[in-house]
């Protein structure tokens, strides 16, 4: 099956919004380059619901203690409960564990005219 | 199935606490802008400060400011049959480096506020009697005050940088003893070097176990529950994984060191399963057969119970903190028998009769 979750301009670079889809909630994030990817809405922890966390970005990891390098500004989306960080560009993985992902659903986005288009999720 | 949650922070704004306070307090507040202090070094950890982002309220006002919101996130969707209020601990009267007559003022204001917005607003919540207990004789006299409140179910005493279980303090106790009030224990400031700090937060959060087994420690050596044989102590977000760790190294320092606490005529172990209780979250991820190892080396199912730490960041879900596939006989008692029993407030939901 294939449904519009949304559109284009309903989102900006580093937004994300809550949809439905096959009955289920699910969370579309527009990640700092402009493309988007489309998450189930439940944290794999607890089942929170990650629309109402925050994409940000998070410091990589480092080998100099007290060093901060903050990157992936609007790719890291946190829980709103825990805290726990997903890099939406990389499969919803999780940073802290990588054998954790969150279910990502396929995507794709049909251009309506030059400023907007629809946003549509497969299964 | 019935839950009763045995943490929930419902959160003052210092405007709220004036109209039950006399003069001068009041002034302090409104024209010295009083606000009880704290040194945080660090940003709290998660996306919203030390709340779930979720609980902060649409017109702005902080989690756990306001009951309706309460009501819809928390009470009603999880079926609570009772939550049992611990405050935000901020203000923190027993926290207070003095002025404690400030701090007595405080507590009194508090608690006829928690009386009049929660708890004769809603059957489901019970309080706890906030004190400022450095000064006993004057917590004593709020405990008199407010304690026979058929909504109050606890003492709350934080755990800061006084080790409870020092004589000095054994009035409240009595107090408690005599009102059918428990004592509940929630840390407050850091865990580690008692009243200094550790350089990330993320220390802080995994030691919280530690101020606890201070304060159990402290506690059953002191005495307390010899000379209080009624008293009970529920110790509130610290877990329960620490405890048969704590039990085991007890009974072995009691059985080599009894002379020094001759006061002290049981096992520490059993006063543990007789006397306290402790609260689930912030639960580690368990698996069945580690939660069923823990509670076979507790000795006891009966002294863990459920809570939430709502609206916290760190909030534990009833549908999914614990491992699936527990015995429903378990279930019931960590959600609401174990609870049940030790407040036994509870068995009257809320009226004065019988």
């Known amino acids: 099956m294939d449904k519009v979750v949304a559109h ?9 919004m ?36 925050k994409l940000c970005g998070a410091p990589e990891p480092t080998d100099e203690i007290g060093t901060y390098n903050y990157k992936n500004e609007g790719n890291i989306l946190r829980c709103p409960w825990h805290g726990r960080e997903f890099n939406i560009k990389d499969s919803g993985r999780m940073l802290a564990n990588e054998r954790q992902k969150l279910r990502e659903y396929k995507l794709s986005v049909e251009e309506l005219s030059v400023a907007d288009g629809n946003i549509i999720l497969y299964k | 199935m019935s839950f009763i949650d045995t943490d929930i922070h419902e959160r003052v704004s210092y405007e709220q606490l004036l109209p039950y306070l006399e003069q001068p307090w009041r ?24 709340d779930r982002a979720d ?11 306001d009951l309706g919101f309460m009501q819809e996130q928390l009470l009603d969707s999880n079926g609570h049959e009772y939550g049992i209020l611990t405050g935000a601990l901020d203000p923190s009267p027993s926290s207070m480096h003095g002025w404690y007559e400030m701090a007595t003022a405080l507590a009194s204001a508090y608690n006829d506020w928690q009386i009049e917005h929660w708890l004769e607003k809603d059957s489901r919540l019970y309080g706890s009697v906030h004190i400022a207990a450095q000064d006993p004789a004057a917590a004593v006299q709020e405990i008199e005050r407010v304690g026979d409140h058929p909504k109050m179910v606890q003492i709350l005493l934080p755990i800061d940088d006084i080790l409870w279980g020092d004589p000095f303090y054994h009035p409240i106790y009595e107090a408690a003893e005599k009102h ?25 959060h995994t030691l919280i176990p530690t101020s606890h087994m201070n304060q159990v420690t402290n506690m059953i050596f002191s005495g307390v529950f010899e000379k209080f044989p009624r008293l009970k102590l529920m110790m509130i977000e610290g877990g329960f994984t620490y405890v048969p760790f704590l ?12 002379h020094e606490v001759p006061w002290v005529k049981r096992m520490p172990s059993d006063t543990i399963r007789e006397h306290l209780c402790f609260t689930t979250q912030p639960l580690e991820e368990l698996k069945k057969w580690e ?7 507790m000795g006891s199912d009966q002294i863990i119970s459920f809570s939430t730490d709502y609206p ?36 009257k939901g809320g009226r004065t009769d019988g």
């Open chain 1, 8 to 16: 284009t301009d309903d989102l900006a670079p580093g937004e994300m």
């Open chain 2, 291 to 297: 939660l069923m190892q823990i509670i076979e080396q």
């Open chain 2, 55 to 65: 609980a902060r309220l649409p017109d702005g006002r902080p989690a756990g400011s």
């Open chain 1, 18 to 53: 809550e949809a439905e889809f096959d009955g289920r909630s699910v969370v579309i994030c527009r990640a700092s380059d402009g493309d988007f990817h489309a998450f189930t809405n439940l944290c794999p922890h607890q089942g929170a619901p990650l629309s109402k966390g």
């Open chain 2, 247 to 258: 039990m085991r190294k007890m009974d072995q320092q009691y059985t080599d060191l009894r």
């Open chain 2, 180 to 204: 059918q009030l428990m004592i509940g224990m929630h840390h407050n400031e850091p865990p580690i070097y008692y009243g200094k700090w550790p350089r990330y937060f993320i220390e802080w």
């Open chain 2, 312 to 347: 916290h960041w760190d909030y534990d879900s009833p549908e999914r903190a614990l491992p699936p596939r527990l015995d429903e006989d378990l279930k019931r008692k960590l959600f609401s028998e174990n609870a049940r029993q030790f407040y036994p407030k509870l068995h």
């Open chain 2, 27 to 50: 002034r302090y507040i409104t024209d010295c802008h009083w606000m009880q202090e704290k040194h945080m070094p660090y940003t709290q950890p998660a996306v919203a400060g030390v």
